[in-house]
């Protein structure tokens, strides 16, 4: 399908798990981004990667990893999860950072950690 | 910083009412402003945008005016329909551009019948 996707939907784990969150687009834009969404908080950018093996941090990063080996993958890894990562994550996507230009969501996980 | 505030919701409507969401906005020279619209269950979809003062950004009916004297982007709809029931975003991109795009923290809209 093209477009942006999200794996899994909907996730439960447990205080000090690894959880990777997968997203995946087809459309070969060159950057992506993580959100995590809050009541009362709107989207906080969490990484963000301008190509493939350049990734940087955003408002939020504490507690997250990110990768990017290649152009249409970007995965989001909790090392170790809490209860404040309990959340929803967003994953986006845009050809480039000028202006105008939109940022094209995924339909997000629910993570919820207990 | 720059930052993006948004009138508090839900917001309850019947339908054919007009809707008015507010947003202003904190940010020096002249950013970049979007409405996104989040339906349940689903991501962010664009629903307009503007790019300078007095542009007006719009679709499926909805309106807003780039208005530099009070920085605000104001989203207004002339006769809302139960299909309109989301929660709505006001986000900028600075001027020049730049990775982060800054979110209000979004207005839920119900219409009923």
């Known amino acids: 399908d093209a477009g942006i996707t999200q794996s899994p939907r909907y996730k439960i784990t447990e205080t000090g798990r690894q959880v990777t969150l997968m997203c995946h687009q087809t459309w070969s834009h060159s950057y992506m981004f993580w959100y995590r969404q809050d009541l009362g908080h709107g989207l906080r950018l969490i990484y963000y990667s301008a190509a493939a093996d350049i990734t940087d941090k955003g408002e939020v990063p504490d507690g997250y990893v990110v990768s990017r080996s290649k152009t249409e993958n970007f995965p989001l890894t909790l090392e170790s999860a809490t209860r404040s990562q309990t959340s929803v994550y967003f994953c986006a996507s845009s050809e480039s950072i000028i202006g105008g230009d939109e940022q094209f969501f995924g339909p997000g996980t629910r993570l919820t950690v207990l | 910083g720059n930052s993006v505030t948004q009138m508090e919701g839900p917001v309850t409507l019947s339908e054919e009412a007009f809707l008015t969401i507010n947003c202003t906005y904190t940010a020096t020279g002249y950013p970049s402003l979007f409405w996104y619209v989040q339906y349940p269950g689903e991501g962010l979809q664009l629903l307009l945008k503007a790019t300078k003062a007095d542009d007006k950004g719009s679709n499926k009916g909805f309106e807003a005016t780039y208005r530099k004297e009070t920085t605000s982007f104001h989203l207004e709809k002339g006769s809302v329909q139960v299909s309109d029931s989301a929660v709505y975003f006001c986000?900028?991109?600075?001027?020049?551009?730049?990775?982060?795009?800054?979110f209000g923290t979004g207005t839920q809209l119900k219409v009923e019948l």
């Open positions: 986000a900028l991109r600075p001027t020049g551009g730049g990775n982060k795009l800054t």
